[in-house]
């Protein structure tokens, strides 16, 4: 994995407090061995509180608001879980935004836990396929989405986790899913 596969690819990483800390560092570190450009997006500046279950841990730096960040400076976006962040978040209309314009743009999405609360509060998950961590899969359903309890559910343009023990899984596909739309730009 530490093959310079992503090498330029600008990946948005959208968060808020109380992310659960390993579905972002962990994925953005292997995002960052591939080559990638990692960029955390909040809704506020300055630095963002990670939590492991209920217990504060690092603090990540934000290096842009959501209220600056544009969806077409971006190649591909992850959306960490955390229940508080996920729930904070989903809310926040800048990231509805930016999200749909990923999303319209046919750009990747990697999403794990309660992430895909965003892409509910966004109208993005009718017809499509996912997985989420278990207590929120009604509303997944509830939005259309037609949800499995697997570890990795890769749909078009998504891929999708469960929950922290998914990551290895997770971020295989999520940089193969990278790969792949990075290839699809070059080709076009």
Same mark, same amino acid.
């Given at each position: 994995?530490?093959?310079?596969?992503?090498?330029?690819?600008?990946?948005?990483?959208?968060?808020?407090?109380?992310?659960?800390?390993?579905?972002?560092?962990?994925?953005?570190?292997?995002?960052? *061995?591939?080559?990638?450009?990692?960029?955390?997006?909040?809704?506020?500046?300055?630095?963002?509180?990670?939590?492991?279950? *209920?217990?504060?841990?690092?603090?990540?730096?934000?290096?842009?608001?959501?209220?600056?960040?544009?969806?077409?400076?971006?190649?591909?976006?992850?959306?960490?879980?955390?229940?508080?962040?996920?729930?904070?978040?989903?809310?926040?209309?800048?990231?509805?935004?930016?999200?749909?314009?990923?999303?319209?743009?046919?750009?990747?999405?990697?999403?794990?836990?309660?992430?895909?609360?965003?892409?509910?509060?966004?109208?993005?998950?009718?017809?499509?396929?996912?997985?989420?961590?278990?207590?929120?899969?009604?509303?997944?359903?509830?939005?259309?989405?037609?949800?499995?309890?697997?570890?990795?559910?890769?749909?078009?343009?998504?891929?999708?986790?469960?929950?922290?023990?998914?990551?290895?899984?997770?971020?295989?596909?999520?940089?193969?899913?990278?790969?792949?739309?990075?290839?699809?730009?070059?080709?076009?």
């Amino acid at each position: 994995m530490a093959e310079q596969n992503l090498s330029g690819l600008r990946v948005a990483i959208l968060a808020t407090d109380l992310f659960e800390e390993a579905e972002l560092v962990e994925p953005r570190k292997a995002l960052d *061995d591939a080559g990638a450009i990692t960029v955390i997006i909040a809704p506020h500046s300055g630095e963002i509180q990670a939590v492991k279950h *209920d217990t504060k841990t690092q603090k990540v730096k934000v290096d842009q608001t959501l209220e600056q960040a544009d969806p077409d400076d971006f190649d591909a976006v992850l959306l960490p879980g955390g229940a508080m962040n996920a729930d904070k978040i989903r809310m926040d209309e800048n990231a509805q935004e930016f999200v749909r314009g990923i999303d319209d743009s046919g750009k990747p999405i990697a999403v794990i836990c309660h992430g895909p609360w965003l892409l509910v509060s966004a109208g993005l998950v009718d017809g499509r396929h996912l997985t989420s961590y278990y207590t929120i899969q009604d509303d997944v359903r509830n939005a259309g989405a037609d949800w499995s309890d697997e570890e990795c559910v890769r749909d078009e343009n998504w891929v999708s986790s469960r929950q922290p023990s998914d990551i290895p899984a997770f971020n295989r596909e999520m940089i193969k899913l990278f790969q792949e739309s990075k290839s699809e730009d070059r080709a076009a």
